[in-house]
């Protein structure tokens, strides 16, 4: 089997593993309880939440847990939307390449009256920024842009589109999923105010991510209760936080993967030339991207058919939107880039993760000549 | 929510198995399975996949005979979530599930097409607007014409498989010169080869139907040998995308009920009707005609008129004495002029002789030799020798003894 969907999700690090195996065997009992075992619990879930704020730049801020990114997207938007709208009309700027989680947001909230900006990006899914800046000229309640776009691994000067955001007084959103393992997070010196993070795309376990707030950001809950500091009711999971956690000990081991990663990328798309490719989405500047994605095109030919078509010879890859269930949609981000909806459909991700070897990238190439002529003869 | 198939849950196929008729040795089975594939062990293999019992029991038989098997399953259209769960569905999401599970449960891959667009367009759309010209299609045909002929098959041949097997109830083999003989299954409550009349030689060298030689008990038994849920399971029958209404209200839905005249066949207006879509030729009752003598003959309908005008008449005027069909496509070679064969012109119909009277550019006129009734237009008339499917075509035209 040849994994190369790390963009969908990881496979569970060994450390991981190891680490909630152990937890498992020790820990049970209710973080909230008194006792000796809860206290035990407690001492686990805290340390937990100590490791991931220190690896992605976070001390002095706050991780409130969550069942993964997409809740804390949700979070992040209704949280500080929520808090605002007392006093204040609410506005909110956005990019056109978010994950789908923050697509359903702006959905839900322009059916509640809410003002929401969607700036465009280019050809190689580069935020405008001219837009951006005009954008925020108006008084804006919150600002959210991804750190790392999932499906064409390029990344966004987070950095420099925060202080724009303050400069406006918005507060700054980053859903920073695709980020850790992948580029340096930092997030005290991006000075963001809210981040998005996940488990299962740095080899954690799936089910398991968290909000990061900065110092004194104040929010309101989705799920009200005493958990997380009043920020996420419900008992925690706490087998998942120490998977998050173990999955975020290694952020320094998958980043230091990446140029080689990067080399891995450039030749599986060198190798690929003879099955001549339309193109490659994304293609932008290496100091823009992360170097573990390859969204390429095969004209004519259905991304979704060739996913298949590499399932069956024991190769994972991703297309879009395509989705188990067959619903086969054309890509929104391969959209906002400006593609047609065939050739939107016709993208096809392949994402490394650092366990990647030169032999699979080898094996993938092997196979991939006869294939394609295979789709495109049908 | 409709259950999806448990994994693994008890089932009481004992039950099942008292009434099979004959659960063969497994290795016969494998023996069987082997001659209909024409392919090595080990070979790919797809299965076209509804999530019901009969194509989920081919893909259990084919990898109980060790094949290399993955399933497909096309997603025709979305359905109304309020009717979920009524019988006669096909392809709407909780059958694209079913067939899922069952994959799971056999360890083998499925995957779900997103054909909603194609259906519509190839196969919705054309079935509205003839119906409310006053043909009464079957789209049936053109689903297996375009849906499984061409759109599964193109995608199995793109997927490296050696052959797209189904579970429909027909039997197909390669004669001597190595092209395609489709006969009917031998399960008469079963066989379905008037529907798949449009296979061409080409496509019918590379399909593969399993159960033709098989009995439908014969199947549920091997099914539940073989760990597939047999039980509860819907048959497919009747249109599936109009499952919860009827054809009439379907059509009506989609265009609106088109009301019109009530003549007989010298053009006498006899009444009216609320929408040509709720009537179908050789219909006797619920024409809502004032009473006639009693004496009289009763009134069939023997036409529905494109203007929306339905014409009736005696039983009589109902024969057919020559039928055309178009768009004629033939499995095997096109036979001559003058050749006799049998005409069936409905699934379940009693096929009748005829004789080829003319045949150009995929029109055939063929005279039709004993009693025929209500061969209405846009109805598939299949074209047999023997229990041979031949061809077919749609009818176009068939002339009346009473005009």
Redesign the interface.
Known sequence: MIYLDANATTPLSQHVKEAMTAAMAQVFANPSSLHAPGQMARAHLEQARARVLNAVGGAGGKIVFTSGATEANALAWHGVITERRVKHAVRVVTSAVEHPSIGELVKKLRVGGVEVVVVPVDRQGRLNLTAYAEALREPTTLVSILAVQNELGGHYPIGELARMAHAAGAVFHCDATQAPGRIAVDLNAWDVDLASLSAHKVGGPPGIGALWLRRGQQIQPLVAGHQEDGLRGGTENLLGAIGMAAAFDELAERLAAMPRLRALRDRLWQGMQATEPLGRHGDVLAEEETGHVLNVAWSGIDG??VV??L??ENICVSAGAAC?????EPSHVLVACGQSVAQARAGVRFSLHSGTTEAEIAAVLRVLPG?IA??R?? | MTSCVSPRSPRPWTDLLADTADIRQSSDVIAEMRKIMRLPVGARVAVAMSGGVDSSAVAALLVEAGYEVFGLTARLYDVDPTLIGRAGTCCAPEDARDARSVAWQLGIRHYTLDEREVFARVVIDRFVADYDRGDTPNPCVECNRTLKFEVLVQEARALGAQALATGHYARLDLDEHGQPVLRRGVDPQKDQSYFLHPLSPEVGKFVRFPLGTWQKAQVRGHAARLGVPVANKRESMDVCFVAASTPADFVAGHRGARPGAIVDLAGTQLGRHAGIAGFAVGQRHGLGLPPQHPEAPPWYVVDKRPDGTIVVGPHEALRATTVQLRDLSWVGAEPPVDTELLLQVRHRGKPVPARIQQSADGVVTLAVLDDLFAAGRGQSGVLFDGDRVLGGGIISDASRAVA
């Open positions: 979704a058919r298949r078509a399932d069956l188990a269930s067959g619903t086969h294939l295979r789709c003869a049908s």
